[in-house]
């Protein structure tokens, strides 16, 4: 006897110690993780939250140039905030610009802050360009040259007379006939509403001046160190310039200010989802199980299962998305499931419980039900989006692990006999139970499935679905608006569409962009762009030099000697005609290139439309594939009627592929949504499967009937209330499946053991359900719309699988 009771006791320990070593584990892991990085590990240890909104979206893009091209314009687009200020009075307007730019330089929330322009010579422009002015040529004069209609001594007339007059200003001795003027002045340097005014970047509409102010952050947009800075920096900066300006309005924009608003939107979330849900599960096992002691237990291995499941996603995926976050905060419903059955159990037994014999009675039951559970979840898997994998993994890892702790730890920590068993309220259950199970259970419960499947039928016909994207991401409204605002006073389109042009080399990728930018020249859907920026349009190819540079020698240039007299006579002095024409002549061919730009410092804007040699796919990297190069041309005032020919003038073209990430989802989300019906009916199928291999070909079909029954009512209610369904209806439908069938089977493993106290069994079941409503149902209040699909559609569908449980229950034919 001594020596059981010693091996028990060690074993005892032993279980406590290694439960005790993997939560100190994982509270050190997440504490590190959590923890502020030092500035010089920031750029190999990423922070812990993930606020980027774009990070929910799945790679759309077969190709992978076109996938770097959205995350350089992303990354360029995140680095800075951009704050309009506007008045009716200029005045006001650009002293508040000033006030506001000095107040944000001084907070030191900023790298730099820029309003006032550092002067600029716009002759660096000329200069750069001019030892390649023999090889740029603007389309309208390529035309009078291969026509014959350009009369050099009208071009030398007017550039004498009036040399200002076409593009960019360069000199009479340098350019006498305006060639590099006018090509200068076709390049898209001010492809915006902006113009400078006392140094500033100003737009004027109406009576109305706006300036524009920018700044560049200090770390990446999604640090929350940097949001909260920039957050508390903009605040007092604003209320300074409008508390000396009344008359002033200030909005802003930029990937900061969404990352801020996403991250507090879902802390919120978190705060309410798992505060209210751990109370509302805290107060009903009170008032069921009357022992603190029991609530302590049951909140520890949930508390284990969520540790480790944050642990591991933060170890599998680098990072943990705020989708994730928020729906970790719901799991708590879920992963109590597994100790309230040992607790109901537990007090059921009462003088005569026995740890070990209750951890028989009540696994089979936990482990079917930690089944289905992982098949719903792990279908989860199997969606695009990297938010929902990481959802996928969270809850398998905590749902496992809470499963590991009730059959490991609790049997130890609940050795001795329950003092107290609430007899009155498992015999009130008890008689409940009976009387719902001659309602449903039996031959009745096939009269009933049938009556919920007319009753379903009009509700299905009435079904609608909606793949936006916007149904995934909805940012901020207020930001929006101040977006909208900002783009609308400067000018510019919001970059979200655009064409990527590849090639083998640098001078393939800029013919192509040559060749597109002529087809975005002419009018598409009966209307022409506004422009198009690509980098072609300040780099053109080397064949296009030598092409413009062989125009000219076989035309207005094809006589030296005639081409100095005829500037001669024009009016030039003679130093100036020889100059020229030495320039012509003896000077040596070398094409502008690509390299050149960009080294140039007024470059920096446009910069983005190259994207230079693409990266290589893993699939690639094992192979020896060439390299290719690629660059980004946007179209600018695309009218929603222009798209489709956008598209079709991309697949028209070799190397060129366009690039719309909002179509793209919203047709993935169709995609997926299609194909999880079918995933449903083979989940739905596969869990029939199993039920049967446990119970038999009738019980496990009664067994499945609740949660089918549940699907089949949300999916009409969605029907009835002209709700369109999405692709997250439909994979919450699978978490429905793989949650909502557990209260079937607890029922039934329940009412099969020996002696059962079917009270007691109803009532954990009963208080199964209720927790997990509460935790899922709380979703539905999320500020994020894929959670609030979540939430409804799992509410719906666990409250309807809980209410037809006792059809699974066992007859007098098949009790085991």
């Not at 892991?29 to 502020?36: D, G």
């Not at 609530?295 to 284990?304: C, D, E, M, Q, V």
């Not at 024409?581 to 050149?596: F, G, H, I, R, Y």
Request: charged content about 15%; some cysteine; glycine content about 8%.
């Amino acid at each position: 006897m001594q020596v059981a009771q010693a091996l028990r006791a060690r074993r005892r320990w032993g279980v406590l110690l290694v439960w005790l070593a993997l939560a100190c584990a994982v509270t050190a892991y997440c504490v590190w993780r959590f923890a502020e990085p030092p500035l010089g590990a920031r750029a190999f240890m990423p922070p812990p939250l993930q606020t980027n909104l774009l990070a929910l979206l799945p790679k759309t893009e077969a190709d992978p140039a076109a996938e770097q091209a959205l995350d350089a314009l992303a990354s360029s687009m995140g680095e800075r905030a951009v704050y309009l200020v506007t008045s009716d009075d200029a005045a006001h307007a650009k002293a508040a610009a000033r006030q506001l730019a000095s107040s944000l330089a001084a907070s030191g929330a900023f790298g730099s802050v820029l309003a006032q322009l550092p002067p600029f010579d716009v002759s660096q422009v000329a200069r750069f360009y001019l030892p390649y002015r023999f090889g740029l040529l603007t389309e309208a004069d390529r035309a009078a040259l291969t026509t014959g209609s350009a009369s050099l001594q009208n071009l030398a007339a007017e550039r004498l007379f009036d040399p200002f007059r076409a593009g960019l200003p360069t000199s009479l001795a340098d350019d006498p006939f305006g060639w590099l003027s006018r090509w200068l002045g076709a390049l898209p340097l001010a492809a915006t509403n902006l113009s400078v005014e006392d140094g500033m970047l100003v737009a004027h509409r109406g009576a109305a001046t706006s300036v524009l102010v920018t700044a560049t952050l200090r770390g990446s947009a999604y640090e929350t160190s940097v949001q909260t800075a920039v957050r508390s920096a903009t605040a007092s900066a604003e209320r300074a310039s409008t508390r000396a300006f009344p008359d002033v309005q200030i909005v802003r924009t930029g990937a900061v200010f969404y990352a801020d608003a996403a991250r507090r939107a879902s802390e919120g979330d978190v705060h309410r989802i798992g505060i209210w849900s751990a109370c509302g599960i805290a107060l009903l096992m009170l008032w069921i199980f009357r022992s603190p002691r029991l609530i302590a237990l049951g909140f520890l291995s949930t508390a284990i299962g969520i540790g480790c499941a944050l642990a591991a996603t933060m170890a599998v995926f680098g990072q943990l998305h705020l989708l994730t976050l928020v729906f970790g905060a719901s799991l708590i419903g879920e992963a109590v499931d597994y100790s309230i059955q040992y607790f109901v159990l537990y007090l059921s037994e009462g003088h005569r419980w026995d740890a070990q014999r209750g951890l028989r009675e009540v696994r089979p039951a936990l482990v079917v039900a930690l089944a289905t559970s992982l098949l719903g979840y792990a279908i989860l898997a199997w969606a695009p989006f990297p938010a929902l994998k990481q959802i996928a993994c969270f809850a398998m890892v905590g749902i496992a692990i809470a499963f590991a702790s009730v059959v490991s730890l609790l049997p130890v920590l609940l050795e001795r006999a329950p003092r107290r068993t609430p007899t009155y309220l498992f015999e009130g259950a008890a008689r409940l139970l009976m009387r719902w199970q001659s309602v449903l259970g039996g031959r009745r419960a096939w009269f009933v499935a049938a009556l919920v499947l007319v009753v379903a039928l009009p509700g299905w016909l009435r079904l609608q679905s909606d793949d936006d994207i916007h149904l995934l991401v909805q940012r901020d409204p207020s930001l929006v608006a101040q977006e909208r605002a900002v783009r609308e006073a400067i000018g510019v389109d919001d970059g979200a569409r655009f064409f990527v042009v590849k090639g083998a080399t640098p001078e393939a990728v800029l013919e192509r962009c040559e060749a597109l930018g002529s087809r975005l020249d002419a009018p598409l859907a009966g209307r022409r762009l506004a422009g198009w920026q690509s980098v072609s349009r300040f780099v053109p190819s080397a064949r296009r030099q030598a092409a413009d540079r062989a125009l000219l020698a076989s035309s207005a240039l094809r006589s030296p000697e005639a081409l100095r007299a005829m500037l001669v006579g024009t009016g030039f002095r003679d130093a100036v005609a020889r100059h020229y024409v030495d320039a012509w002549t003896q000077v040596p061919v070398v094409p502008l290139t690509l390299e050149a730009w960009l080294a140039t410092p007024w470059s920096q804007p446009y910069r983005h439309l190259w994207l230079g040699a693409v990266r290589p796919t893993d699939a690639q990297r094992s192979q020896v594939v060439p390299p290719e190069y690629a660059a980004v041309v946007m179209p600018l005032g695309a009218t929603p009627e222009q798209l489709p020919a956008l598209a079709a003038l991309a697949r028209a073209l070799p190397g060129v592929v366009f690039v719309d990430k909002a179509a793209s989802v919203s047709r993935l989300f169709g995609a997926y949504r299609a194909d999880s019906t079918l995933w449903l009916a083979g989940a739905v199928a596969l869990v029939l499967a199993l039920l049967i291999g446990r119970y038999r070909a009738s019980a496990g079909v009664r067994v499945a009937m609740p949660v089918i029954l549940a699907i089949a009512v949300a999916l009409a209610a969605f029907g009835y209330a002209g709700v369109p369904l999405t692709l997250f209806n439909w994979l919450a439908l699978m978490l429905v499946l793989g949650v909502g069938v557990n209260y079937a089977v607890f029922l039934r493993e329940g009412c099969a053991r020996a002696n059962a106290d079917l009270g007691a069994v109803w009532t954990g079941v009963a208080l199964s359900a209720a927790t997990t409503l509460l935790s899922f149902g709380l979703l539905a209040m999320s500020a994020m719309p894929v959670l609030k699909d979540f939430g409804s559609t799992l509410a719906l569908g666990i409250a309807v699988s809980v209410l037809l449980a006792p059809m699974g229950m066992p007859t007098g034919r098949d009790r085991r």
